[in-house]
């Protein structure tokens, strides 16, 4: 007999291995920040005891979710301005809050929020893009979130930034400041093809080469971004990309709703991953990506929540639920992303696309025990039939009972570990005080 | 000073009247079943005392959410078949359960965990289609919650009638023994133009002259039905029934997804009440409707969650906020169907589509008392900077904590306060044994 750190039973549990085995009754086993087995509790009691033995009845176990595309900090400007077009929405709101307001500490208290309301919807790793990264780095280690930090690159100035040169020599500081780190893996953002020049974007590439991190960009979010490249460039954003020598399988590129049967080829061909964000798309009247065709040419699609400004939360629940009832539709065929391809997506497939994928995204020996508990004595989700159409379209967030990061508990019973929720809530109310 | 039996208090009350005014520290007096006064704490401390004060800091109060279309029952079918062609999950999965399964003792059984969902789910009244509607109306008065509850019409044979004569008859007799009841409505229910001729439809609206009750029907929700109404009777379903003289403000037209001017003017010229399902719809590949357009022309357009079965919940902050998001999409405008519009339709509007406009849907003097309070001290709906973007964007049924319907407090941090919340999932576990 072996001792384990914990023992995580649960009625069911998804490893979301190869296979999308389901395993009634069954027991993950975390020794130190890694699972050690998985199997039926009743195997699993044969070979391992622990003091802790959490879940149980009624309880489903899975990995941790993962959001591939957000702006933590943003999430102190959540509802500041709503049902606006986009142009309004951005320049007149988003803009001004962000020139006046951002800053190391905004970024260090709003990630910790972020943080918060991630943790408690089951998300246990995001890949961001912002500004000051270093704060969002040290507030995720804090609360204690395993995390891509994408560091920004525009071409012009900003609060963080002069220019294309001196984000570049911030970004490759952040990289080798925090390269070796268990938690945060650091990443180069460069905004978008309209917001960086193409030097700009080959320097980001090599700077990606040369320390072989992953690149967090947003691709044809909107129609006019297509009209702008290809009228700069006459050709439209993915193949201009491509052009550049800019797309391979270290790439996240994020929206993707404007594309056609060859850029979709493009990245398929380029094994470029893509971060889907069908809830900031559909209320910025952005378009709604082509998710099913993107699936069928075999690209690994996942799900990005966008930042809370525009969504307005933090919850890949909500994602998978939206996701796959408005591709349903638009599709006009009830058959498209089925519940267990969007719990695919979210959670083996975006460690993969994040160059995670030995690490986290499954519960399987050897990777970090990163694992949700979720509570499925409600009434919402009763009577069960699947759990994968329980956690698909009727989980919420507050199901969320226990997540486990890199083999330390830090959400028990819905309350954060690691820090004071209550005081992460208040700073955010000191600041909204000041912002409007 | 008077005496109140509950004062309930909030940061910001919203009671939905005709300006949609918001009151900050806002309080709501109730007397019995009544709303006997609304207004700003302070000036209601100074006229009245209560033993009872709910509610109080980061807390919002708001009428009871309505569901203007589910079949409750359903309920116990959710989650059994997903991500299949409508006409093999209808025929293959559903019916079959239904011709299996249904009863009474099945509905009462079932309504009671729907009643519970809802509730939780800040939803004080429903509007109900389905069969053994006393059983129905019996568990939802148990549970505390107010429904209008229309008693299924179709032209054939199902386990709950022999054909039209016999629901007709045994709608009459459900009308006459709830007539007067004070929290059920008794309604009529043809479930379709296809599944009911035009000499049933002519007898089910004297039927609701007769007795001046609502009429519940499911109109155009998918392309087929149009195809099938026009090639029988040579119109489109909405002028069909125009011409049959079945329009009128009594009636309450559930999906309405394809409908072209000429119907929405049709509507709108009778003071047709529609539902709208945006989740059931999408999931189903149904189509989306023209909601801006319905709202355009005047039509009062609600939300309705449909069955468990096809959603998979029974959630209106979730249909609020996929509806405001899907609609900004389709219409590639940002501005549509805002959260200030959503909750107006949730609300208010709901209840005058099902005539309780004098009843329900606003914190009014000499309204009922169906009234929630949310629980704003959320990481998810912090910072706060606009109250109706955080309820229709940000806010989840889990932040649902206070329930009073009629005066009764029915749900009381969280938990059901007139039955047992564990016994009810235990039966529907038993069910679930059973059924599959």
């Known amino acids: ?39 039926s509790f009743d195997e699993i009691s044969k070979k391992y005891f622990s003091e802790k033995i959490v879940g149980g009845k009624n309880r489903a176990v899975l ?13 102190y400007f959540r509802g500041m301005a709503d049902d606006l077009p986009l142009k309004e929405w951005l320049e007149e709101h988003i803009w001004p809050a962000e020139s006046r307001w951002l800053s190391p500490e ?58 294309a040169e001196d984000y570049l020599s911030k970004a490759e500081r952040f990289i080798k400041d925090w390269k070796n780190d268990e938690l945060i893996v650091p990443c180069i953002a460069p905004h978008s093809a309209y917001a960086c020049g193409p030097e700009t974007l080959k320097k980001v590439k090599e700077l990606a080469d040369k320390y072989n991190v992953p690149i967090h960009i947003h691709l044809s979010e909107a129609q006019w971004e297509v009209d702008d490249i ?8 993915a193949e201009y990309l491509h052009d550049l020598g800019f797309l391979d399988e270290k790439i996240v590129a994020v929206h993707c709703v404007w594309l056609n049967d060859k850029e979709i080829e493009l990245l398929a061909r380029h094994n470029v991953g893509v971060s889907h964000c069908i809830e900031s798309n559909l209320k910025l009247s952005s378009g709604i990506a082509p998710v099913p065709q993107m699936l069928k040419s075999g690209i690994k699609v996942t799900f990005g929540t966008d930042g809370a400004a525009s969504n307005n939360d933090l919850n890949i629940l909500s994602e998978m639920s939206t996701a796959a009832k408005a591709h349903k539709a638009i599709s006009n065929d009830p058959t498209v992303l089925d519940a267990k391809t969007a719990l695919l997506m979210a959670t083996r497939w975006s460690a993969e ?16 025990a990163d694992c949700v508990i979720l509570n499925l004595d409600k009434p919402h989700l009763t009577p069960l039939y699947d759990i994968y159409s329980h956690i698909v379209y009727s989980a919420m967030a507050s199901d969320v009972e226990t997540v486990f990061v890199n083999g330390k508990l830090v959400l028990d019973e819905g309350r954060l570990c690691t820090a004071d929720e ?15």
């Open 353 to 368: 696309v994040l160059g995670l994928g030995n690490v986290t995204g499954s519960l399987e020996k050897g990777k970090a």
């Open 106 to 163: 905004f970024v260090s208290d709003a990630t910790e929020l972020a943080c918060l309301e991630m943790l408690k919807a089951g998300i246990t790793t995001y890949n961001d893009m912002y500004f000051f990264e270093d704060a969002s780095g040290r507030a995720a280690k804090k609360i204690g979130m395993r995390a891509v930090l994408g560091a920004g690159i525009v071409d012009f100035q900003t609060i963080a930034g002069k220019g």
């Open 63 to 75: 990995p941790g979710l993962i959001n591939t595309h957000t702006h933590a900090a943003m999430v």
């Open 1 to 39: 007999m072996q001792k384990a750190d914990y023992i995580i039973r649960g009625d069911y549990v998804l490893p979301m291995d190869e296979n999308q085995t389901v395993i009634k009754d069954g027991a993950v086993v975390v020794q130190g920040n890694k699972i050690a087995d998985t199997g």
């Open 230 to 237: 290809e009228k700069k460039y006459g050709k439209r954003p």
């Open 422 to 436: 209550e005081a992460i809530i208040s700073k955010a109310r000191e600041w909204r005080k000041k912002i409007k």
